[in-house]
């Protein structure tokens, strides 16, 4: 009985993990839907030139939104970095997408870590992963490379 709770419990981790990356998504698709229809009611043929690609972005925000907790940590990684960018292109004209594609950006980087996982991304986590410091070189020694040569 113990099987499904820890099931539940790792789900609720990973969701609670990538909250960071698809909030913000999430937010910045629905202002994207918006504000394209308010571009494209609003203004002359210039709103269609506008409310295509915030279209499009919206509906690839939903996709990511819906796939995040199953892709690898590459993907995860490549399609975040890539919104991010399109929001924050795309954001010239809806500045909540552009705040938004700024929070992703910021936030993509709890992920590129090597050994991260998206169940790893809490701060404790990313900070115990951080390799330990050199020891630092001895007083008297002269085993350096520039030592052997005359």
Known sequence: MSEPTSSFQAAA????A???????????ALANLVAGYL???FTACFGVFLTAPMLVLCAFEFLYFAQ???????DLVRRTTALGAFEVI?????????LCGIIV?????????PDATPGS?????????LPPKPPPPAVGDNSSPESDQP
């Open 13 to 16: 981790e990973l969701r609670d």
């Open 18 to 28: 990538l909250r960071p990356l698809t909030v913000p998504v999430l937010v910045s």
């Open 39 to 41: 571009w494209f009611f």
């Open 68 to 74: 995040a907790p199953r892709m690898s940590r590459e």
């Open 90 to 98: 795309l954001g010239v004209f809806n500045g909540v997408s552009f």
């Open 105 to 113: 950006l910021v936030n993509v980087n709890r992920i590129r870590l």
């Open 121 to 129: 991304l809490t701060l404790s986590a990313l900070t115990s992963t």
